[in-house]
């Protein structure tokens, strides 16, 4: 991969804003919502388990009722002990995902597409 690769691929997968970024979170349902959350602390164990009880579980129970599973990539707070305690014991079941298999995921389609609004308007 040459360097201008690889310097074109980290412009485009980190945006930053005054001196510092903000994660953008996103959740696509499978009946065609899509819900994003802006997170401005580290996305750590502790920080994504919080998004679970107060954003994710809600959502998916309201419009799935109790019995739902969840998708999520290979990220290492989606497989902390933490997370996965928090699954089994509420009884949601996690899909596996397979490495390497972004392209399957809806959710980098809507990535490139907002990424391109981004750069269409401020670049």
Partial sequence: MSSDTTKN???NSQKRLSG????VWL???PNGLLCYKLITVKLNSNAYLE???TTVVPISTLNF?????LLADNAS????AKVSDFMIKSGIEVLSW???SSDLNIVEDIWKISDQVYDDLYI
């Fill in 77 to 80: 707070v989606h497989k902390s």
């Fill in 51 to 53: 998004l679970l009880q």
């Fill in 9 to 11: 691929e980290d412009t």
């Fill in 20 to 23: 510092g970024s903000v994660v």
């Fill in 98 to 100: 397979p490495s390497r």
């Fill in 65 to 69: 009722g109790d019995d739902f599973w």
């Fill in 27 to 29: 959740m696509a349902l």
